[in-house]
């Protein structure tokens, strides 16, 4: 099972990414998916969520009205659109998935069990 991330990579302050998780396997199609992300020095942070459906998502406030989590089940991908990027979202960008449940019930890193290697986002100011 692997998760590749993909979409990282250098932008200016208020600029804007898509991010890419596409899943080995059409079993994650059934599970939450989630993206996180791990600045240097820092513990690695919840970023957004999605539920298997797509009908429900949670996010950081940090990230709230700049970020978008979706998901194409068809393709076992899912996606971040990034805007408004700010110098403090850089990071290193994790996917990850709960193949195990349907509905959002953590944002904790322990709650999921799979992950991809993750891709770099640096903000430039």
């Known amino acids: 099972v692997q998760l590749q991330a993909s979409g990282g990579g250098p932008v200016q302050a208020g600029g804007s990414l898509r991010l890419s998780c596409a899943a080995s396997?059409?079993?994650?199609?059934?599970?939450?998916r989630g993206w996180f992300r791990q600045a240097p020095g820092k513990e690695r942070e919840f970023v957004a969520a999605?539920?298997?459906?797509?009908?429900?998502?949670a996010s950081a406030n940090s990230v709230n009205g700049r970020f978008i989590i979706s998901r194409d089940n068809a393709k076992n991908t899912v996606y971040l659109q990034m805007s408004s990027l700010k110098p403090e979202d850089t990071a290193v960008y994790y996917c990850?998935?709960?193949?195990?449940?349907?509905?959002?019930?953590?944002?904790?890193?322990?709650?999921?069990?799979?992950w991809g290697q993750g891709t770099l986002v640096t903000v430039s100011s």
């Open positions: 990850a998935a709960d193949p195990t449940r349907m509905q959002i019930v953590t944002t904790s890193p322990s709650g999921f069990a799979y």
């Open positions: 999605i539920n298997w459906s797509g009908g429900g998502t």
């Open positions: 396997e059409p079993t994650f199609g059934r599970g939450v």
